[in-house]
């Protein structure tokens, strides 16, 4: 099986950003861990923090990969551009967060992810991103 995992803005700064949401961890360094625990399933990784690269790079995979693993961050909550590339792809996306959205403001509450998503993991840190891999394994 081959599957990728596309982050969205800011999620490079990963480790630094406010790491009492998101963990003192960097993703280098969680998605060599992850890798070296699923070496029955070959897994790429993508981050931007550009809108369209996201779409293109879901366009690019969304018609050969098994599964997609998106966290969009910011765009989430506010792009229509993203919730139809998911919609418009053959790809299962599972979205997922790092946080508890719905534990934190309003605005992050709405996605225009889920309504077309496999399914949605979030709120469990990192390993909201193991727990999707093993959900496209099962
Ligand atoms: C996030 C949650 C989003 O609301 C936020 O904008 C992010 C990260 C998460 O993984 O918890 O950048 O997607």
Do not use: C
Not at 105 to 113: A, D, G, L, T, V
Request: hydrophobic share 40%; glycine share 8%.
């Amino acid at each position: 099986k081959k599957l990728i995992i596309i982050n969205g803005p800011n999620l490079n700064l990963l480790g630094k950003r406010e790491p009492t949401i998101y963990g003192s961890l960097t993703f280098t360094e969680f998605f060599e861990a992850l890798k070296q625990k699923h070496t029955n399933v070959e897994i790429d990784y993508f981050q931007s923090n550009i809108e369209g690269e996201l779409i293109d790079k879901m366009h690019e995979v969304g018609f050969s990969y098994d599964g997609i693993i998106l966290n969009a961050a910011a765009y989430t909550h506010t792009s229509v551009g993203i919730g139809d590339a998911v919609k418009a792809i053959e790809t299962p996306v599972i979205e997922v967060h790092i946080s508890n959205t719905f534990g934190r403001e309003e605005f992050r509450h709405q996605s225009y992810i889920s309504p077309n998503a496999a399914g949605v993991i979030l709120g469990f840190g990192l390993k909201s991103y193991d727990l999707a891999i093993k959900s496209f394994l099962d």
